[in-house]
């Protein structure tokens, strides 16, 4: 029998199976190419997602679900996440700084929407207020002994704290202190609210011509919450006070909060109770040099006072 040739033993393949076979070869390599770009494009889509919550976690201090970014149509926000007071009048830092922290310490510019965390630098001044001390008799005498000036109403210690009542014939209790110059800051304090109407934590600038300044921005305490605003600054002139907003929250007989200030540049936030409501406005970054508490009715009580230099990230 003839032997066929290499080339007679090979079965035949006709062209439209060889063009299918391309075919086939073809797609795989595409499918192959388009799972490879699918796996690249997942890797990059995850590197980015954890360098950006990195990011936002290092400067918010909070998870990147749990941060809003946009621009917002005011200058101020208010976040809700309810938490209890402090009830004893031993309550320690950790406890106080906990309540605080219920809420990130957020700063927004409503140019950028961008937030930024703040944090403690020097401490400035400090007054636990648990314990009598003495009063200062005149403002001279304040700038002299570093003693708080009780101008107006009746102020004692009691109960851990130092407190606060009007009198009759006057419209409120009025407490200062003048202290060194500051303009960025963490202002940290208790307050308790026992029948009075409203009580007040407020800042005053450096005035050229009054020795106690001019109004910049307070915070006021009431029995149903907490508003945040940028002060009345001329009284008789053009300016007027501007409210940021209100923490809704309730002010128990007998039930100590702890309640924070925040200042850099320009925005100024309130934290009580895990809300926060902050706000902007070009006043608040005068320099600044007086502190006060005030009370309407009766009373009110403050403690553990502190007040830091506030950093900004950008120069941690």
């Known amino acids: 029998m003839k032997n066929k040739s290499p080339r007679e033993q090979q079965p035949f393949v006709s062209a439209a199976s060889c063009r299918r076979d391309a075919s086939d070869s073809l797609s795989r390599a595409r499918v192959h190419r388009k799972f490879t770009y699918c796996r690249v494009v997942v890797c990059l889509l995850t590197l980015t997602s954890m360098t950006l919550g990195a990011r936002l976690g290092l400067i918010t201090g909070e998870s990147p679900g749990s941060i809003l970014a946009g621009k917002t149509s ?12 402090i009830t004893t009048a031993t309550a320690t830092d950790a406890q106080r700084e906990a309540a605080l922290e219920r809420s990130s310490s957020l700063f927004v510019n409503d140019e950028t929407a961008l937030a930024n965390r703040v944090t403690k630098g020097k401490l400035l001044y ?20 570093g003693h708080w000036r009780m101008a107006k109403g009746d102020w004692d210690f009691h109960d851990g704290g130092l407190r606060g009542a009007q009198v009759q014939g006057e419209n409120s209790a009025i407490g200062y202190l003048i202290v060194p110059p500051f303009k960025d800051v963490i202002i940290e304090f208790d307050a308790r609210v026992d029948g009075a109407s409203r009580c007040i934590f407020r800042i005053n600038d450096v005035h050229p011509t009054k020795r106690s300044g001019e109004h910049v921005c307070r915070v006021t305490v009431t029995t149903d ?3 945040a605003q940028k002060d009345d600054h001329d009284h008789a002139g053009p300016d007027n006070a501007v409210a940021f907003g209100k923490i809704e929250t309730l002010f128990k007989p007998g039930v100590w909060k702890p309640i924070r200030i925040q200042i850099l540049g320009s925005h100024m936030v309130v934290t009580v109770d895990g809300q926060t409501v902050q706000g902007s406005h070009p006043l608040i970054a005068h320099e600044k040099n007086n502190i006060g508490f005030g009370v309407t009715k009766r009373s009110a009580s403050f403690r553990n006072l502190r007040m830091w230099e506030a950093l900004s990230p950008a120069v941690l």
């Open 74 to 85: 005011h200058p101020f926000s208010a976040s809700v996440c309810n938490g209890p007071g």
């Open 126 to 145: 400090e007054a636990r207020m648990t314990e009598p001390v003495a009063f200062a008799e005149s403002h001279d005498d304040m700038l002299e002994t």
């Open 225 to 227: 919450g907490v508003v």
